[in-house]
């Protein structure tokens, strides 16, 4: 059993441990007490949190930003550890897989915080959670073999759940957050909840990355393509993650006084939840019928 480390090993490692320091401090910033107005660049005025890293953020999205804070700390940097640690004992494709996937969501959450969070004291960390993941997870996917990955699935994909799951979740990503953008051009205002910020981070990733990569997931899949099982095991382990972090957001913002109205619950993220359902089923059948071989 091969339980030397590499490089990228030592490199996964650090990237946990960044995860685990940048999430801590956000999460040791959660207090309502400093809270003051501000009147924001389109002359409204906005409610700033004023306490810890995210003093400069509005009241509205700080709370969003410690939930998934509480999510990656206590879910991802122990799935971190898992596969990391999985990884070195078997260096197996389906190892690497779920090492990527992983891996994917942590550089999810650390675009999200480098471009999205106000500037703050925390700055170099998230510049090297976003550089050391982004660049970990594409050594990661150019060293798997394809040819061998495509092989060794026993699961003839896509199937019919599995393509209606892919379409569902593209088309929802999309039209989700389209409808919060559509007012605002119409109306020729900025979005309503823009406060403090020049743009919506997670509207770009959303729709313009993660929404487009499940359609051209499905494409590869039909075409038998090793990318497309990478592409899938990337896609089910963001959306289940996503489908967990939603509702500790909608927490967290509840016990900052922020009340949600149950029409925005059931749609944004009650069907965050009910696509992360499926694709928690969809994940474990991909990793199941997945043969033991090495990478």
Same mark, same amino acid.
Do not use: C, H, W
């Given at each position: 059993m091969q339980k030397k480390l590499n490089g990228t090993d030592y490199v996964l490692i650090l990237i946990t441990l960044l995860l685990a320091v940048i999430t801590i401090l956000g999460l040791s910033s959660? /207090?309502? !007490?400093?809270?003051?107005? =501000?009147?924001?660049?389109?002359?409204?005025?906005?409610? *700033?949190? +004023? &306490?810890?890293?995210?003093?400069?953020?509005s009241f509205f999205k700080a709370p969003?930003?410690? /939930?998934? !804070?509480?999510?990656?700390? =206590?879910?991802?940097?122990?799935?971190?550890?898992?596969? *990391?640690? +999985? &990884?070195?004992?078997?260096?197996?494709?389906?190892?690497?897989?779920?090492?990527?996937?992983?891996?994917?969501?942590?550089?999810?959450?650390?675009?999200?915080?480098?471009?999205?969070?106000?500037?703050?004291?925390?700055?170099?960390?998230?510049?090297a959670l976003f550089s050391s993941s982004l660049f970990t997870l594409i050594t990661l996917m150019i060293d798997i073999n394809l040819i061998k990955l495509r092989k060794s699935q026993k699961w003839l994909l896509p199937t019919k759940g599995l393509r209606m799951f892919l379409i569902v979740s593209g088309v929802a990503l999309f039209g989700i957050w389209l409808m919060d953008i559509l007012p605002s051009l119409f109306n020729g205002k900025s979005l309503t909840l823009i406060e403090n910020y020049t743009t919506e981070i997670t509207y770009a990733i959303d729709m313009g990355i993660i929404s487009p990569l499940m359609f051209i997931c499905l494409r590869l899949l039909n075409k038998k393509e090793g990318l497309g099982d990478v592409l899938l095991a990337i896609l089910l382990t963001l959306c289940a993650v996503m489908g967990i972090m939603l509702p500790i957001q909608t927490i967290v913002q509840t016990l900052a006084g922020i009340v949600t109205p149950l029409p925005v619950i059931v749609i944004k993220v009650g069907v965050f939840v009910l696509l992360a359902a499926f694709a928690v089923y969809f994940d474990k059948k991909l990793f199941d019928n997945l043969e033991n071989r090495k990478a």
């Open positions: 959660f /207090g309502i !007490d400093k809270s003051f107005m =501000f009147v924001n660049q389109y002359g409204d005025s906005v409610k *700033i949190f +004023g &306490n810890g890293i995210y003093a400069q953020d969003i930003f410690i /939930g998934s !804070d509480a999510t990656m700390l =206590f879910l991802v940097v122990p799935l971190m550890i898992f596969a *990391i640690i +999985g &990884n070195i004992n078997k260096r197996t494709l389906g190892s690497k897989l779920f090492l990527i996937g992983v891996l994917a969501t942590v550089l999810y959450y650390a675009t999200s915080m480098v471009f999205g969070v106000t500037y703050n004291m925390a700055e170099l960390l998230y510049i």
